[in-house]
C-alpha cells in the first residue's frame, strides 16, 4: 500500500527551528506533488506549502514565507519542510498530503506535532 510517514515534529522555542520529513513507500515521490498542512486547535486545516512533480514549481502560504521552505530528495524517497524563525501561531499539527497535482491529494500522512512555546 502507498504510505506516507511524517516525522520531526516537537516543542521549540520561538525563534527555533524544525524540520519536517515526509517518507514514501509504495511510490516514488519524484513523480508526485506534495503538500503541507496544519491544523492547529479551534482552526480549520490550512494549506502550508506544496511542492509540484520534479520540484517544477513551489507554493508557500503568506504567513510562512521566507521562513519555511520545502525540499525533496529522491534517494531518499523524502521530502522536507524546513521551519525556522517559529512563532507561536505555528502551533498544530502538519500533515504531508501526495498526489498527482498540486490540490489533489489523495495520500496522507498521519500528522506530526509542532509546539512552538517559551
Known amino acids: 500500500q502507498v504510505q506516507l510517514v511524517d516525522s520531526g515534529g516537537g516543542l521549540v522555542q520561538p525563534g527555533g527551528s524544525l524540520r519536517l520529513s515526509c517518507a514514501a513507500s509504495?511510490?516514488?515521490?519524484?513523480?508526485?506533488?506534495i503538500g503541507w498542512f496544519r491544523q492547529a486547535p479551534g482552526k480549520e486545516r490550512e494549506g502550508v506549502s506544496c511542492?509540484?512533480?520534479?520540484?517544477?514549481?513551489?507554493y508557500y502560504a503568506d504567513s510562512v514565507k521566507g521562513r519555511f521552505t520545502i525540499s525533496r530528495d529522491n534517494a531518499k524517497n523524502t521530502v522536507y519542510l524546513q521551519m525556522n524563525s517559529l512563532k507561536p501561531e505555528d502551533t498544530a499539527v502538519y500533515y504531508c498530503?501526495?498526489?498527482?497535482?498540486?490540490?489533489?491529494?489523495?495520500?496522507w500522512g498521519q500528522g506530526t506535532q509542532v509546539t512552538v512555546s517559551s
Open positions: 498530503a501526495a498526489g498527482r497535482a498540486v490540490g489533489q491529494y489523495d495520500s
Open positions: 509504495g511510490f516514488t515521490l519524484d513523480y508526485y506533488a
Open positions: 511542492i509540484s512533480s520534479r520540484d517544477i514549481t513551489t
